[in-house]
């Protein structure tokens, strides 16, 4: 995808290309809803300046959930850098190079995942419970194509055992584009969106979801604002260290 001026170009290559192009517009974001932004921002001086900052900002929607879920998946309970490496590991073991792009690599399709036993995850840092997790939503992952929204594809998501709320948002923000979508359980965000808020250099989902409820409709996005400026709260204990499962 490029831009010319003000016109959106996209460019399709392979047995998908149809499907992506009809779609273009939504993964660039340009079918982002901002109805009721403007109003909920002004009631925050911290958020107003930062949808003021941001005006172009969009969230995009893939219409795509397990191509989400896989990452999603891979960062749960871990730290950004492990579920990268092990997302590269991941990709490098069942992707393909993309129709038009060689140097890229298609993510991985749920047939390969679902056939593949725990232990091939291993090498890529995955344990079992994680790699199980992705083995069953892979099995699943054609029931949670036919979501008809964002809601809808919540509930499909956290029906399955091993996705909880964190994992549902972290896909139905990139799928859908909801911009109310919150990650509760997130190990950063409350304190994160506390401190943006509020001053506050500690909280916990309930404070987090107190302070974000005037916002309601786009509660996602205040946090991805909030996080997309680098803001962070105080930080007093030691850093989790990177562990690996591919020697156990």
């Not at 893939?62 to 191509?67: P, T």
């Not at 950004?80 to 993309?98: D, I, Q, T, V, W």
């Not at 302070?211 to 996602?220: Q, S």
């Not at 260290?241 to 020697?247: N, T, V």
Request: glycine share 8%; hydrophobic share 45%.
């Amino acid at each position: 995808m490029t831009r010319d001026g003000g016109t959106l170009v996209a460019r399709g290559d392979g047995p998908g290309a149809a499907w992506l192009l009809d779609r273009a517009d939504a993964i660039a974001g340009l079918r982002d809803d901002l109805a009721g932004f403007a109003a909920a921002a002004a009631r925050h001086e911290f958020v107003r300046r930062l949808a003021r900052a941001h005006q172009g900002w969009r969230m995009p929607a893939s219409g795509l959930v397990f191509h989400h879920l896989v990452p999603a998946i891979l960062g749960q309970k871990v730290t950004y850098k492990e579920a990268y490496r092990s997302y590269r590991a991941l990709l490098r073991h069942f992707g393909e190079p993309a129709p038009g792009a060689p140097d890229m690599c298609l993510p991985p399709e749920p047939a390969a995942i679902a056939a593949t036993p725990y232990y091939t995850f291993h090498p890529f840092g995955v344990e079992q419970r994680r790699a199980d997790t992705l083995r069953r939503a892979a099995e699943r992952a054609t029931a949670l194509e036919r979501a008809t929204d964002a809601a809808d594809a919540t509930r499909r998501l956290v029906s399955l055992s091993g996705i909880g709320r964190w994992t549902a948002a972290e896909v139905v923000r990139a799928s859908h584009g909801d911009p109310d979508a919150v990650s509760v359980g997130d190990y950063h965000l409350p304190n994160t969106v506390a401190w943006a808020l509020a001053g506050e250099p500690r909280a916990d989902d309930r404070r987090m979801l107190e302070l974000l409820e005037p916002f309601r409709g786009h509660r996602g996005r205040v946090c991805q604002l909030i996080m997309a400026v680098g803001t962070v709260a105080p930080k007093y204990g030691p850093r989790f260290p990177i562990r690996s499962f591919a020697h156990f």
